[in-house]
């Protein structure tokens, strides 16, 4: 038997306790966001049927990293001057759900494109317009001077009486004012079923991020903002996505990482075996919080990357047949607070008579019930994208662009 030297057993004490605070600090959620910058990725651009002239240079995309800070993450931007934190109702606000959060910043990508097409064309000699149906308010900043005078639903139509269609002329006629000023917004709110015209008056306070810049201080969006173009012109949203995927360093993963290589038998019955006792099934499940974290830390310290599992431990709360598992529920759902939980998560929904057909495992009422428990799980996460139309698959693209 090998006996460890008093200074061996220091160093490996040492090491567990910094392994055990750093694990700790990486679990511990924070009321605060971050955002630090990312890597330069250059454009391949190709000219096709156009006058092209000779340049020097690369054409570069910046990359901004935005997520939610944990406890290791917040002491290290006290530090680090390349990261800034901002409070959490500054990124969601207050009455705003994540759900609601990506909606928005999925219309957000189609008005960057369609004011994308209106300068391209303005600059070639078109006249171009726009307009909206109004501002409407999603979400309102704890701190903010209108928090008790709007609410959720109002529809925004006005600026000291000039009229207001969409969230870019609210914004720009915003900036002829100053920090400190009054402006009243004039508005559209549904009182007992009908809309009534309304009208607050507030004071400008300074933007949370831009400095010098003002604002009122809630989230918001525009209804059924319409450009008048010419011509169709259609932007193929995939191609955003290629100079990130050639430059992107990602990895496959089914379930767990594996420290060796292992060659997975295709499942065709994964309800064909009995379940593990509920000891084993604890300890197999203390396996699986020692080996993610672990593996998170010290290989993604090392080098970063885009991680896709096919399927996470959480899964075995929907479906514990298929992982042999037999543990309370109320001590899963604990035990998986200590996962690494990942930065979004992507439902693949759809009928339950096709899926059943596609891939017959278990019994077409299994996986009835299956998809109704995955709805029910994605209902409490934050980050989801549910895949279930042909085109759905560019909500992740839409993600993976304003995320990176």
Same mark, same amino acid.
């Given at each position: 038997m090998y006996n460890l030297s008093k200074t061996n057993k220091k160093i490996l004490i040492s090491f567990l306790i910094i392994f055990i605070t750093i694990s700790s600090l990486s679990l511990v959620k924070t009321d605060y966001y971050f955002m630090s910058p990312g890597p330069?990725? &250059?454009?391949?651009?190709?000219?096709?049927?156009?006058?092209?002239?000779?340049?020097?240079?690369?054409?570069? &995309? =910046?990359?901004?990293?935005?997520?939610?800070?944990?406890? =290791?993450?917040?002491?290290?931007?006290?530090?680090? !001057?390349?990261? !800034?934190?901002?409070?959490?109702?500054?990124?969601l606000p207050d009455g705003v759900t994540p759900k609601e959060l990506s909606e928005i910043s999925i219309q957000n990508m189609r008005t960057s494109e369609n004011v994308a097409i209106a300068v391209a064309l303005k600059n070639v000699g078109y006249e171009i317009s726009s307009k909206g149906d109004g501002v409407s308010v999603v979400g309102l900043l704890d701190d903010s001077p209108v928090k008790e005078k709007l609410k959720k639903g109002d529809l925004l139509n006005s600026i000291n009486n000039k009229e207001i269609n969409s969230t870019t002329e609210f914004i720009a006629t915003l900036r002829t004012y100053s920090i400190g000023e009054t402006v009243s917004i004039g508005l559209l709110r549904e009182v007992d079923g009908? =809309?009534? &015209?309304?009208?607050?008056?507030?004071?400008?306070?300074?933007?949370?991020?831009?400095?010098?810049?003002?604002?009122?201080?809630?989230?918001?969006?525009?209804?059924?903002?319409?450009?008048?173009f010419p011509f169709e012109i259609d932007i193929k949203t995939g191609n955003v996505f290629e100079p990130l995927k050639?430059?992107? !360093?990602?990895?496959?993963?089914?379930?767990?990482?594996?420290? =060796?290589k292992h060659r997975e038998k295709p499942v065709t019955n994964p309800h064909g075996k009995m379940p593990r006792s509920s000891f084993l099934s604890f300890i197999k499940l203390v396996y699986w919080l020692i080996l993610f974290n672990s593996y998170f830390l010290f290989v993604n310290l090392i080098r970063k990357k885009i991680y896709v599992f096919d399927r996470y431990p959480h899964d075995l709360l929907v479906d514990p047949l298929r992982y042999r598992f037999k543990l309370n529920k109320k001590l899963a759902v604990f035990m998986l607070n200590f996962l690494p939980l990942p930065d979004l998560w992507i439902n693949m929904s759809g009928n339950s008579n096709v899926i059943w057909k596609r891939k017959k495992e278990t019994k077409q009422h299994i996986v009835k019930k299956q998809l109704k428990s995955y709805k029910k799980f994605f209902n409490n996460k934050i980050n989801t994208i549910e895949i279930k139309k042909k085109n759905d698959y560019l909500k992740i693209i839409n993600y993976l662009v304003n995320k990176i």
């Open positions: 330069p990725y &250059q454009w391949e651009i190709e000219y096709v049927e156009i006058n092209s002239f000779d340049f020097e240079g690369n054409l570069y &995309q =910046l990359t901004v990293r935005r997520d939610e800070a944990n406890a =290791l993450i917040y002491a290290w931007s006290l530090i680090n !001057d390349s990261y !800034d934190l901002y409070p959490r109702e500054v990124i009908e =809309l009534k &015209q309304m009208f607050v008056e507030t004071t400008l306070i300074e933007h949370v991020e831009y400095e010098g810049e003002p604002m009122v201080g809630f989230l918001a969006t525009t209804v059924n903002e319409r450009f008048d050639k430059n992107l !360093d990602y990895k496959y993963i089914h379930l767990r990482p594996r420290i =060796l």
